[in-house]
């Protein structure tokens, strides 16, 4: 998902290297302006809390069917930002 919203940036010519940049640049430009819909911001946002919890939290211990949700987020995400990419 982090992916597909660099490549959104790139056709506004906004960048950042950072996660959470990423996603602010991705609600002002994209979801705001009507061209996403709020719930692909909270999946971003979801997700993003998801990775951050795994990679830097305590040991948690998370279920097939949280990790098959975020996957099946991130699948609709990236085709809705792809077919997006080819109108632009």
């Given at each position: 998902?982090?992916?597909?919203?660099?490549?959104?940036?790139?056709?506004?010519q906004?960048?950042?290297?950072k996660h959470?940049?990423a996603?602010s640049?991705f609600?002002?430009?994209?979801?705001?302006?009507?061209i996403?819909?709020?719930?692909?911001?909270m999946?971003?946002?979801?997700?993003?809390?998801?990775?951050?919890?795994?990679?830097?939290?305590?040991?948690i211990?998370?279920?097939?069917?949280?990790?098959?949700?975020?996957?099946?987020?991130?699948e609709?995400f990236?085709?809705?930002?792809?077919?997006?990419?080819?109108?632009?």
């Open positions: 998902m982090f992916y597909a919203v660099l490549a959104l940036l790139v056709t506004r906004l960048g950042t290297s959470k940049g996603i640049l609600d002002r430009e994209f979801v705001k302006t009507g996403f819909d709020k719930e692909m911001s999946w971003l946002h979801h997700t993003f809390e998801q990775r951050l919890e795994a990679d830097y939290g305590d040991l211990e998370s279920s097939i069917e949280a990790a098959n949700e975020c996957y099946v987020q991130a609709i990236v085709r809705q930002v792809r077919e997006y990419l080819q109108t632009v």
